[in-house]
C-alpha cells in the first residue's frame, strides 16, 4: 500500500504570496491533518479533516485554511505569506474509525521557505 | 489545555544498550492515547509505539516498550539493544478521547546511537 504523498517536497515564496499544499492519504483513510514543524515551536496540530469536514482546527490565524474533496485528498492554504510561515508542514492520515481513529501515519513533508 | 513535556533535549547510547526516554504530560481527561514517533533524519514521521491509557498493561513493540505510570502522568520508552538506525529524534505524543486525531507533542529528544 502506498503512503502518504505530499506535493511539493520542498517550496520558495516571498512575503505577501499565497501557497497551497497538498496531500494524499494511505487508500482507505478518510481522516487527513495537518501540523507545522519549526524549530522554535516544535510541531504544532493546525487541524483535521474527515470526510470533507473540518473536525478539529489548532490556535493559528485565518491565513492558514484547508479542505478535503471526496476522495480524501486534502489541501492546505496559506494567503498572505510571513517569513515565520516558513516550517515543515506535515499531513497525517488515518483511518478516522472509532478504533483506529488516533493512529495516524505521515507523509515526509513540504518544505516551505519565505523570502 | 494538554501538554507534554520531554526533559531531555539531547541524548545517547552505545550501540547494544538499552535507553529511556522521559515523557511526562498534564490532562483533565480520564481516557486517552499516547504515543511515541521516530523521525529519523530523512524527516518522515514513523509510529513507534501506542498506548491507550485505560489499558493498564504496558504496550511493548519488539525492542520498544513502555513504562506508563497514569497516576504519575509519565510515559517512558525504553529502547533494548539499540541500533543505529534507532538515531533520529523522538516525539511524545497526547490525543484525547473526544479530540478526533489531534496530536499535541513533546518537544522531542534527539537521540544519538554511537557504534
Known amino acids: 500500500k502506498a503512503g502518504v504523498t505530499q506535493t511539493p517536497r520542498y517550496l520558495i515564496k516571498t512575503r505577501g504570496q499565497q501557497v497551497t499544499l497538498s496531500c494524499s492519504p494511505i487508500?482507505?483513510?478518510?481522516?487527513v491533518s495537518w501540523y507545522q514543524q519549526t524549530p522554535g515551536q516544535g510541531l504544532q496540530f493546525l487541524f483535521e479533516?474527515?470526510?470533507?469536514?473540518?473536525?478539529n482546527k489548532g490556535n493559528f490565524p485565518g491565513r492558514f485554511s484547508g479542505r478535503q474533496f471526496s476522495n480524501s485528498r486534502s489541501e492546505m492554504n496559506v494567503s498572505t505569506l510571513e517569513l515565520g510561515d516558513s516550517a515543515l508542514y506535515l499531513c497525517?492520515?488515518?483511518?478516522?474509525?472509532?478504533?483506529?481513529?488516533?493512529?495516524?501515519?505521515f507523509g515526509p513533508g513540504t518544505r516551505l521557505t519565505v523570502l | 489545555a494538554q501538554t507534554v513535556t520531554q526533559s531531555q533535549p539531547e541524548m545517547s547510547v552505545q550501540e547494544a544498550e538499552t535507553v529511556t526516554l522521559s515523557c511526562t504530560y498534564d490532562?483533565?481527561?480520564?481516557?486517552?492515547?499516547l504515543f511515541w514517533y521516530k523521525q529519523p533524519p530523512s524527516r518522515q514521521m514513523i509510529l513507534v509505539i501506542r498506548?491507550?491509557?485505560?489499558?493498564?498493561q504496558n504496550a511493548t513493540e519488539n525492542r520498544f516498550s513502555v513504562n506508563f505510570q497514569k497516576a504519575a502522568k509519565s510515559f517512558s520508552l525504553k529502547i533494548s539493544d539499540s541500533q543505529l538506525g534507532d538515531t533520529a529524534m523522538y516525539f511524545c505524543?497526547?490525543?484525547?478521547?473526544?479530540?478526533?486525531?489531534?496530536?499535541?507533542f513533546g518537544g522531542g529528544t534527539r537521540l544519538m546511537v554511537k557504534p
Open positions: 497525517a492520515s488515518s483511518l478516522g474509525t472509532s478504533r483506529y481513529r488516533n493512529e495516524q501515519f
Open positions: 487508500s482507505g483513510h478518510r481522516s
Open positions: 479533516y474527515f470526510s470533507e469536514t473540518q473536525r
Open positions: 490532562t483533565s481527561e480520564n481516557n486517552y492515547y
Open positions: 498506548q491507550e491509557a485505560y489499558k493498564q
Open positions: 505524543a497526547f490525543s484525547g478521547d473526544n479530540a478526533g486525531n489531534m496530536l499535541t
